[in-house]
């Protein structure tokens, strides 16, 4: 089995800062696209942001852009997601997610994309 693991949520208030963590164990990272959701009460899970393979290639959702920053380290097999002036709009459980069968550089942005996804954790932005 893959295990993704979630750490870093939390409770803040609009403008602040966190950083989410995802650990991957019994996975060979760098084959995996790796990328970050959200799932808001009452709606449907949605791209957050991705990164490649490679690490060389990013990609985010418009509601995130320029805030957040996705980004990976191969030799600890973690993938990070800094997420910088939170909203309101951020409230959500984020869950980590993987994907294999992807090229070195391709940053894919639909849930039908991964294959392996974590516990989630949650994410209360007040305003």
């Known amino acids: 089995q893959v295990q993704l693991v979630e750490s870093g949520g939390g409770v803040v208030q609009a403008g602040d800062s966190l950083r989410l963590s995802c650990a991957a164990s019994r996975l060979s990272f760098n084959f995996y696209a790796m990328g970050w959701f959200r799932q808001a009460p009452g709606k449907e899970r949605e791209f957050v942001a991705a990164?490649?393979?490679?690490?060389?290639?990013?990609g985010y959702a418009d509601s995130v852009k320029g805030r957040f920053t996705i980004s990976r380290d191969g030799a600890k097999k973690m993938v990070y997601l800094q997420m910088n002036s939170l909203n309101p709009e951020a409230t959500a459980v984020f869950y980590c997610?993987?994907?294999?069968?992807?090229?070195?550089?391709?940053?894919?942005?639909?849930?039908?994309?991964?294959?392996?996804w974590g516990q989630g954790t949650q994410v209360t932005v007040s305003s």
């Open positions: 990164i490649s393979r490679s690490g060389g290639s990013t």
């Open positions: 997610a993987a994907a294999s069968r992807v090229s070195t550089e391709v940053v894919p942005a639909g849930g039908g994309d991964y294959d392996y």
